[in-house]
Each structure stands twice: as C-alpha cells, then as structure tokens.
C-alpha cells in the first residue's frame, strides 16, 4: 500500500484515472447499479423535483400485452451502456494523457514482489507447525488403517 501511495503521489492524475476505471467495473454490477441510481435520484429530488421526475428510467415495455420480463438497468434515465462507455473512454483519456499507466503497474508489481518475499521468508508459528504435524500424522494413519 506504502508503494502504490508513493506511485499515486508521483502521478496524481492516475488517482482520477483509477476512480473512472472503478466505477465503470461498477456500473456493471446490478445491484451497484440500481443502488447508485436510487440514490442519486433521492439525492436531486430534495433539489429539484422537476429534474428528478427527469431522470426516471423510460416505462417499461410491453411485448404482446405483458411487460417484458428482462428490464434494462437505467442510471439517471439513461441506459447503463452509457455510463460504463463514458467512465471508460474517460478512464482511457487519463491513463494516456497522464502517463501514469506504467508507473501504477510498476508499484502494483513491486507492491507482488515484497509480498512474495516476506511470504517465502516468513517462519510459521508453532501453531501452523502442530497443524501441520496433525494432518501429516493423520494422512500416515489412514495409509496404517487401509492396510
């Protein structure tokens, strides 16, 4: 984490570029969906009614006198597609513009390494070790018992 900040704070535009890259992941989710959706409408409905009633979703279609069983996800009355297409190609402008691509992978990838490192340094405790000798004696114990 220390490295990625130090990465962020080399280039601080990659921080924008991430949110735009994580909130297009999200909105497609459903559920992150339609969760931002109600609450950004409840939020502009205590402002402006008017725009509120605006950025409903369109009626739902009707196909042979039912509704359609399959419901598009709408955010702010617009269809889901375009919010994901927008936050991307915003995303995009930012990691080409602002050169920090790279120096985000490179924290990510030394961020991996030292993980790595303390994980095949590290002794394990007694703990793990009595764990260890458990299942080791209870696997030859099994073989004892087959015979």
Request: with cysteine; aromatic share 12%.
């Amino acid at each position: 984490m220390f490295i990625l900040g130090m990465g962020f704070l080399r280039k601080p535009v990659a921080i924008l570029a991430s949110l735009a890259t994580g909130l297009s992941i999200a909105f497609l989710n459903d559920s992150f969906a339609v969760t931002f959706n109600e609450k950004v409408t409840r939020t502009v409905r205590q402002f402006s009614p008017h725009l509120a009633a605006k950025m409903r979703p369109p009626i739902m279609p009707v196909i042979r006198g039912r509704p359609s069983k399959r419901r598009s996800i709408h955010i702010c009355g617009r269809p889901r597609w375009v919010f994901v297409l927008l936050f991307s190609a915003v995303s995009c402008m930012l990691w080409l513009t602002s050169c920090s691509f790279l120096t985000v992978l490179w924290a990510l990838l030394i961020g991996l390494l030292v993980t790595l490192l303390h994980a095949s340094f590290r002794t394990p405790n007694l703990k793990a070790r009595l764990n260890t000798f458990r299942e080791e004696f209870r696997a030859v114990w099994r073989n004892y018992s087959e015979l």
